[in-house]
């Protein structure tokens, strides 16, 4: 069978032999033990949906034995002999180029050289489902090759739930992943509805297709510490700042690559050896020292030659920081990526354990694993605490560090019931980044091919070139460090996968930008379509209280209406998919976000939907941070409203605190 007839077999009517999984690639651990005797039927009969009843007799021991086994039932038997990888986008079968475009994204999120672990369908983050089981996968794909422009496809939390008849302007996906019942949206809901088949944990980019490997993460990260360093106004601007922070694993990793491109001493500690090697093969990371004493001397070192580079510290990051406490050196920046969002389960290591003894620890007693973290943490924050006394500016990089801390009982709260140190959104990103509007936008080039993204890398240059001679002082920063981002992007060599870009952008750049790709393909300077995204962590997808929108401070950060309203307005506004998750990033239940995807085919409709769709994309979270009363948000929708004079929002008066002192005694 060739690959275009493979894909439109869908489930096949005779089963494929049994596959064992491939032991070569990283897998899901197994899941807590969570259903009961009865709950694991009905786990089993759910998954028999997909298959002719015939089939039910072999499969629901199939089926058992996986549930058994990995706490999942992944349909092992399912997965395709093809590669599944970002092909050109007329490889795939199709009869609507939206839906082949949606193919090609899909596929990038579960390549093998991309997905975290491609057979359980998790992109990242441990648990960033695309889809379930491979059953849903393959009803997918059929569905996108067989529909045209006059229907929508259906997906709730990865099944498919069918094509609907609508028109050529709406979407041609919906993508819904994780939303609860709020009073049932508590970890163990979660994990027990998982199991059972009905949900998942999309992440941003996983279960929305938008995810382009490793180079999302470095952008984000470099434009992250750039601003950092420019927050540290009173150090030494002839010397290198030194940063500090931890975690070499999947997001964390492009901490030490930034670092050296923000022109910094990057020192990241990180427990697992294999994390800290894969990074220092990649070439990510400069330096890898097992021995503290070592290290000491080499930052010293690093400091007179004060040339940028990248040190890892293999060890845990509490003995580096209660080192660099009674050390002579000024710690400029420091933060912390490891994986707190996830503290029970191996995303944060305790002091005083090895790797292999806290891995241990954590399967065979889980109650003094948790002690063991909760007292690393409070040395943790005790060190930091110290460190920060002498002038270093720390900041939290969304990975609930400060949340769990508290948790933990660490020195880490302020009198007034707020914490000690900012979110990486509230000082950095969201007063210097989404309230003006930048946020991660990027584009996939459709033919796969690496010329086409050479050529619109140089068109998204000129644009920022022509808007940076215009724009106004507030922004001209933002837009000269994206176009020294965009100019050597190609050297960077960080494409992996989809032939990807990401660029910060504003409404503005980002409206221009895709026209000017809209033009090129329509004028065949391109080969082919291009594919429109963003990463949910952006001004207006993602309402999220202690990270994307930590940075609202008019009591409304608890709230979701931004996000919501954002995925229903870019859906009749011609998104090409939408989607809309509970969880993200900082784990379920404690985030909402949405994002679109939006295919360029060259055609005046086209040109009408992503002004209109990228417009509302932006604008909706400038005006909801501009309602908080943030400064830069003011200024941004003001000016907005100035250029385009159909829109009109709503802006806040600013009450005097002295009057409200004065009135509330
Ligand atoms: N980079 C970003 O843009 C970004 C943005 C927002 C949030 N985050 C958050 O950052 C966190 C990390 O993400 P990730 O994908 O890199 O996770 P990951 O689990 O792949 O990596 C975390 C690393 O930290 C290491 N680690 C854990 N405890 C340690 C300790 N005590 N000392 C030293 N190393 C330790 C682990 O071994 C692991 O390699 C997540 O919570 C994520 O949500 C990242």
């Given amino acids: 069978m060739t690959f275009k007839e493979m894909i439109l077999e869908g489930i096949p009517d005779v089963l494929p032999p049994k596959r064992e999984r491939n032991e070569n690639l990283s897998h899901a651990p197994k899941r807590k033990e969570i259903l009961s005797a009865e709950e694991k039927k009905l786990a089993i009969k759910n998954a028999l949906r997909y298959f002719d009843k015939k089939h039910h007799e072999l499969l629901a021991q199939e089926f058992y034995a996986e549930l058994e086994a990995y706490g999942r039932i992944y349909m092992y038997r399912l997965m395709p002999d093809y590669k599944i990888t970002a092909r050109s986008i007329d490889e795939f079968p199709h009869r609507s180029k939206q839906a082949a475009a949606i193919m090609l994204m899909l596929s990038n999120n579960l390549d093998e050289a991309i997905a975290q672990h491609p ?166 990371v400069d330096e890898v020292h097992p021995d ?20 890892a510290y293999l060890g845990n990051i509490v003995d580096l920081w209660e080192r660099l406490v009674d050390e002579d050196l000024t710690v400029d920046l420091g933060s912390d990526q490891t994986s707190l969002h996830n503290p029970w389960a191996g995303g944060y290591y305790p002091v005083g354990y090895s790797f292999e003894e806290s891995n241990d620890l954590m399967a065979n007693d889980p109650a003094a694993f948790k002690a063991a973290v909760q007292a690393t943490l409070q040395r943790h924050v005790a060190a930091i605490n110290k460190l920060t006394a002498k002038g270093m500016y720390f900041f939290d990089y969304g990975n609930a560090f400060l949340l769990e801390s508290s948790r933990a009982g660490a020195d880490i709260m302020q009198a007034d019931g707020t914490f000690k140190y900012p979110s990486y959104v509230q000082d950095i990103m969201g007063p210097m980044c989404f309230d003006y509007g930048f946020g991660p936008f990027r584009w996939v080039c459709a033919s796969s091919d690496p010329k086409d993204l050479d050529t619109t890398d140089q068109i998204a240059a000129q644009v920022l070139e022509e808007m940076l001679e215009h724009a106004p002082e507030e922004i001209r920063q933002q837009i000269s460090d994206n176009l020294l981002w965009i100019k050597q992007a190609k050297a960077n060599k960080l494409v992996v996968g989809s032939q990807a870009r990401i660029l910060y952008a504003d409404a503005e750049g980002r409206i221009k930008i895709a026209a000017a790709f809209n033009k090129a393909v329509k004028e065949g300077v391109l080969s082919g379509p291009v594919v429109l995204g963003r990463d949910h962590h952006d001004v207006s997808g993602t309402d999220s209280p202690y990270r994307e929108t930590s940075n609202i401070y008019d009591g409304s950060k608890f709230t979701a209406d931004m996000a919501i309203q954002n995925v229903i307005g870019d859906s009749f506004r011609g998104a090409t998919w939408v989607s809309i998750h509970n969880g993200g990033g900082v784990g379920w239940g404690e985030v909402t976000n949405g994002g679109f995807g939006m295919v360029l085919d060259g055609s005046a409709e086209c040109d009408t ?38 829109l009109k929002v709503t802006i806040p008066e600013i009450a005097d605190d002295e009057l409200l002192d004065s009135v509330v005694k």
């Fill in 609 to 646: 939907r992503l002004t209109s769709m990228l417009h509302w994309d932006v604008n909706n979270g400038i005006s909801r941070r501009s309602w908080a009363r943030n400064d830069g948000a003011m200024f941004a929708i003001k000016r907005a409203m100035e250029i385009e004079p159909r």
């Fill in 292 to 311: 503290l004493d070592e290290l000491i001397t080499r930052i010293h070192r690093a400091v007179e030659e004060n040339k940028p580079v990248s040190l």
């Fill in 119 to 284: 057979q359980e369908l998790i992109t990242y983050g441990g648990n960033g489902s695309v889809f379930s089981n491979w059953a849903q996968y393959r009803l997918t794909m059929k569905y996108l090759a067989e529909m045209t422009d006059e229907q929508t496809l259906v997906l709730y939390s990865g099944h498919p739930m069918g094509l609907y008849p609508s028109h050529p302007n709406a979407p041609r996906v919906v993508v819904t992943n994780g939303m609860m019942i709020p009073n049932y949206s508590k970890p163990d809901d979660w994990e027990r509805f998982n199991a059972l088949g009905v949900t998942q944990y999309g992440q941003m980019t996983a279960g929305s297709f938008m995810y382009i490997g490793p180079q999302g993460i470095v952008h984000g990260t470099t434009i992250t510490v750039l601003n950092a360093v420019r927050m540290k106004k009173d150090r030494d601007a002839s010397k290198l700042p030194i940063f500090v922070t931890s975690g070499l694993g999947g997001m964390s990793g492009a901490q030490p690559k930034a670092a050296v491109i923000a022109k910094t001493i990057g020192v990241v500690a990180e427990v697992n050896p294999k994390a800290a090697c894969k990074r220092h093969e990649q070439g990510w």
